[in-house]
């Protein structure tokens, strides 16, 4: 039984889909909570009622799925990156004169090395090994990899070693130039994505100041804003302000992540 087990471990061949977020143990709690949170937020100060909670759900669980897709963002770009010193380390080993197949097998000690056992790099090589035992040629397991990445990089190397593996050409050679054109691109996005990264923070303090403000004025001027809660004019006044201010969030997202995309992030 014990042997059948072990046989079973060493040519599993579960997959992971990058295209959606596998959550860890507890993130998936603590985003619902996040979720929960921001909801009871906005049913508070909008409206100064728990019966505003069921209506705001659906932002709840947008907010759910945004903190998934950003996730899932940084997950990909993860593997590019651990992908990038993968192929680097492939390519140190065909010049000390391994074959291609091995020199795969070799780099998962380094990948161990460099972002230990449970990192998404060496996780897709123990694949790859599992999948050389079943006979399951790299270029198609490459192929394979590129498709759940849906990842230009990847994508890209898995064409080129495939084309340069039936037609006979010089693998070292092409791994080293794939590796070099990966790592100027990789470099070059995250230059871009630094940039970005101080926007999105002054676009988070602009999210913010609205609140502040009206918190303070709150604060300051007990009784202000009474008018505007538990009658339905002041339901519509601020369901109106609640309706502008969330498109304003979502317009200013989604220019950040056009912007992200376009540069390939």
């Known amino acids: 039984m014990h042997k059948k087990e072990a046989c079973t ?5 579960k997959r992971r889909d990058y295209h959606e977020y596998t959550w860890k143990r ?9 979720a929960a949170a921001v909801v ?7 409206y100064r009622s728990m019966w505003a909670v069921p209506p705001l759900a659906a932002v709840g669980v947008l907010f759910y799925r945004e903190c998934s897709e950003k996730k899932k963002n940084r997950c990909r770009e993860e593997l590019v990156i651990q992908f990038r010193e993968c192929i680097l380390s492939v390519s ?3 010049k000390a004169g391994y074959a291609v197949e091995n020199a795969f097998l070799e780099s998962r000690s380094d990948m161990r090395l460099l972002y230990g056992e449970h990192s998404l790099i060496y996780q897709e090589l123990e694949l790859i090994r599992r999948g050389m035992v079943i006979n399951i040629t790299l270029e198609e397991q490459l192929a394979d990899l590129a498709q759940r990445s849906d990842s230009d990089e990847i994508t890209q190397f898995a064409q080129i070693f495939s084309i340069a593996k039936r037609s006979g050409g010089n693998i070292p050679s092409i791994i080293q130039t794939s590796s070099e054109i990966i790592g100027q691109r990789i470099d070059a996005r995250q230059e871009m994505n630094t940039v970005l990264s101080g926007r999105r923070m002054e676009q988070n303090i602009m999210k913010w100041i609205p609140f502040a403000i009206l918190f303070y004025i709150g604060f300051t001027y007990p009784g202000y804003f009474d008018s505007l809660y538990h009658n339905w004019q002041g339901v519509a006044i601020m369901t109106a302000c609640l309706v502008l201010y969330l498109a304003a969030y979502v317009i200013g997202d ?5 912007i992200q995309r376009d540069i390939g992030g």
Do not use: M
Not at 9 to 13: A, E, F, I, K, P
């Open 92 to 94: 140190t080993s065909l």
């Open 254 to 258: 989604r220019i950040l992540d056009k």
């Open 26 to 34: 507890g993130e998936w709690l603590f985003a619902v909570v996040q």
């Open 40 to 46: 009871c937020f906005l049913a508070y100060f909008f």
């Open 9 to 13: 471990n060493r040519t599993s061949l």
